[in-house]
C-alpha cells in the first residue's frame, strides 16, 4: 500500500555544489525506481548545523515529499546510512490528519488572502471617513456643577485612615496559631 513520506537529509557541505546535484538526483532516482513518486522536494542550501556533525558545522539541507510502498523506507535509510556524504537524515510517515491540517491551513491562508484583496483598503476608509466629519477643534463649553441649597442635608464624609505596611505591626501578617485548649 502506497503512503506518503517525508525524508529531510542533511549533506556534507563541503563537496562542489555539482555533487550535491548529484547526490540529491541520486536519491530522486532511488526512491522512483523503488517505486515511489516524488511529491516535492525543496532545497533550504547550505546552513549552519546546531552542532558539529564528524567535526562539519555546515550542512546541505534537503527536504523531499514522496509517495511510496512501505519497504522503500529501509532501502532507502539503508543508502543514506551507506553513503559517507550524509551527515543526517530523518523520513516520517505523513498520517491523514496531518494532511487534513495542512490543507486546512492552506485554505485559510488562500480565503484570508482573497479577503484581504477583495476589502478596499483601509487607508481609503480612513480617508473617507476624515473627509466627512467637520473638524473639532471647538471648544466645548464646560458644565458648572449645580449650586447647594441650605435646605439640604450637608454630606459628611468620613475618613479611614489607611495604615502603610511599615505602620502595620510585625505580627499583623502572621496568622494566629491554633491552640487545643479542650484537652
Same mark, same amino acid.
Given at each position: ?22 547526490? *540529491? ?5 532511488? *526512491? ?5 513518486? *516524488? ?19 555546515? $550542512? ?9 510502498? $512501505? ?22 510517515? *505523513? ?89
Amino acid at each position: 500500500m502506497l503512503q506518503l513520506y517525508e525524508t529531510a537529509v542533511v549533506f556534507d557541505s563541503q563537496a562542489k555544489s555539482e555533487d550535491i546535484e548529484e547526490r *540529491i538526483n541520486n536519491v530522486k532516482n532511488f *526512491i522512483t525506481n523503488h517505486g515511489g513518486k *516524488i511529491e516535492s522536494s525543496e532545497e533550504l542550501g547550505k546552513r549552519r548545523l546546531a552542532y558539529e556533525i564528524n567535526k562539519k558545522q555546515y $550542512g546541505f539541507y534537503v527536504f523531499l515529499r514522496f509517495i511510496g510502498p $512501505g519497504q522503500l523506507i529501509s532501502l532507502l535509510e539503508r543508502e543514506y546510512r551507506l553513503s559517507e556524504n550524509v551527515l543526517r537524515y530523518l523520513t516520517l510517515k *505523513i498520517g491523514k490528519n496531518q494532511l487534513a491540517a495542512e490543507q486546512l491551513a492552506v485554505e485559510d491562508a488562500d480565503n484570508a488572502k482573497i479577503e484581504k484583496d477583495a476589502s478596499p483598503s483601509d487607508d481609503a476608509q480612513t480617508r473617507k471617513k476624515d473627509k466627512a466629519e467637520p473638524d473639532t477643534d471647538e471648544v466645548v463649553a464646560e458644565t458648572e456643577e449645580p449650586e447647594k441649597t441650605d435646605s439640604a442635608a450637608p454630606e459628611q464624609e468620613t475618613q479611614t485612615p489607611e495604615t502603610t505596611e511599615e505602620e502595620k505591626p510585625e505580627d499583623a501578617d502572621a496568622t494566629p496559631e491554633k491552640t487545643d485548649e479542650s484537652k
